[in-house]
Nanobody, 124 residues
Framework: QVQLVESGGGLVQAGGSLRLSCAAS????????VGWFRQAPGKEREFVAA????????YYTSSVKGRFTISRDNAKNTVYLQMNGLKPEDTAVYYCAADISVVIRVRSYDYEYWGQGTQVTVSS
């Protein structure tokens, strides 16, 4: 079992940047594929990005490709989401989640463990 804690959210102007961190405790995070999801008010939770166990493979939803970068430092038991060129439509609560699968999956119900979320607000 792994516990996840997100940090790094905040208020930023459009075009700005934030880096989210997902710190894991308990079982080592290198055991899991890790994804980032987000949920805006009144909307369903949606997949943003994911990184494989080794960090060698990544996958992004089309709306963030080229702007967001997911990475991991297994030695620090932490996964990151660097967000550049932020837009108001990126405003949401961002969650990291861990999946025991060796392949990247994009459906939220495939992920077994979740953090509590961190708020990202982008002003226009």
């Amino acid at each position: 079992q792994v516990q996840l804690v997100e940090s790094g959210g905040g208020l930023v102007q459009a075009g700005g940047s934030l880096r989210l961190s997902c710190a894991a405790s308990g079982r080592t995070v290198s055991t899991y594929t890790v994804g980032w999801f987000r949920q805006a008010p009144g909307k369903e939770r949606e997949f943003v990005a994911a990184v494989s166990r080794s960090g060698g493979s990544t996958y992004y939803t089309s709306s963030v490709k080229g702007r967001f970068t997911i990475s991991r430092d297994n030695a620090k038991n932490t996964v990151y989401l660097q967000m550049n060129g932020l837009k108001p439509e990126d405003t949401a609560v961002y969650y990291c989640a861990a999946d025991i699968s060796v392949v990247i999956r994009v459906r939220s119900y495939d992920y077994e463990y979740w953090g509590q979320g961190t708020q990202v607000t982008v002003s226009s």
